[in-house]
């Protein structure tokens, strides 16, 4: 079974700017005050202005010209980008983190890792039931970014 999504971690308040001054669907509830706002082709199109250039290794999405946003919308917060990129239990999973305007960690891609060291850097403790950081922050709701959106608005669109 696959595993693809792309999005943003952070305080529901920062996500929630950050989406209304894009005009992006609402961003959905995780614990502890912080939420994930997934990101479509469709969404990160609205927004930034091709060509993408800049991609580190083993993103696909990440571009210099999103790390600039990313950068700007931290400003007062701190978020996380990832993505995830994985099919018969091989594949990739990158992260970054923004703070105040500026990148405080990665961007780091690599099979297993970058996400839990992205989400430790904004305060996720590991408790049970969960395994790992991503378990425990809820991440392992949805194995595809679409589904988010279900859950953030009662329909896929």
Not at 48 to 60: A, D, I, K
Request: proline residues 6%; aromatic residues 8%.
């Amino acid at each position: 079974m696959g595993h693809s999504v792309t999005g943003l971690v952070g305080a529901q308040e920062l996500l929630e700017r950050f989406a209304e001054r894009r005009a992006l669907h609402p961003p959905v509830s995780l614990i502890e005050g912080l939420a994930i706002l997934p990101l479509r082709d469709r969404d990160l199109d609205a927004f930034l202005l091709p060509p993408m250039t800049g991609h580190p290794e083993g993103f696909t999405y990440l571009s210099e010209q999103l790390a600039k946003e990313l950068r700007l919308a931290s400003v007062g917060g701190m978020l996380m980008y990832f993505e995830t990129e994985y099919f018969g239990g091989s594949g990739v999973q990158g992260a970054a983190v923004f703070c105040d305007g500026a990148t405080v960690f990665g961007p780091k891609a690599a099979e297993f890792g970058p996400i839990n060291e992205a989400l430790a850097r904004l305060g996720v403790r590991v408790s049970s039931p969960g395994r790992d950081e991503f378990d425990t922050v809820g991440l392992d709701r949805h194995r595809h970014t679409e589904d988010w959106l279900g859950e953030g608005r009662g329909d896929d669109d």
